[in-house]
């Protein structure tokens, strides 16, 4: 029993020092694609964070296109979506700092921090029926290594995607 109290006390607090939101029950579904596949997720305790997860993918699938006006257009998603989130602040600010960015070297460098903070958010959230891939590539950021989400197993390196696109491997699985 003190562990189970042990795990449900760790997982609050991951999910209220995320983004540093308090966390909120819904019980909404929402799908999400990676590369054409589609899942249903339900968040259970975080409002509006299948949104954010959501368009975080979207912005991902642009950095495998290299597309730097579509990554521009879905992180001004993104910074909308994190702004309706309470203490998701700085992590709407890093995506606007994609926005306002035309290299797409720098929009990859702030992907990296970014991601670092939609993986906390997301681990925090619980969310139900799917299995959420954080990979990581230890050739990002000039060797020190990045991580970024994914909905496939199957590696898709967002950072290297013309040169390296299966660089990387699943670190871990949420869900």
């Known amino acids: 029993m003190k562990i189970i109290n042990n795990v449900v006390l760790f997982s609050l607090i991951i999910a209220v020092t995320a983004c540093k939101q308090a966390a909120k029950p819904a019980q909404d579904a929402e799908t999400k694609t990676d590369s054409g596949k589609t899942i249903v997720a339900r968040v259970v ?41 309470k203490g998701c602040t700085e992590t709407a600010t890093l995506a606007h700092q994609i926005t306002i960015s035309n290299d797409i070297d720098a929009q990859r460098n702030t992907f990296l921090i970014l991601s670092k903070d939609i993986i906390g958010l997301v681990k925090g ?12 590539c230890p050739m990002a950021d000039n ?33």
């Open 45 to 85: 305790d975080t409002a509006n964070t299948a949104d954010v997860f959501n368009t975080y993918i979207n912005l991902k699938n642009e950095f495998l296109k290299s597309n730097v006006t579509g990554i521009k257009s879905t992180a001004a998603l993104l910074e909308n979506k994190l702004a309706g989130i």
């Open 125 to 136: 959230a619980k969310f139900k029926a799917a299995t959420i891939y954080v990979d990581y």
């Open 143 to 175: 060797g020190k290594g990045g991580y970024w989400l994914s909905v496939n197993k199957a590696i898709k390196n967002p950072y290297f995607p013309e040169h390296m696109k299966e660089c990387g491997q699943v670190k871990e699985q949420i869900n």
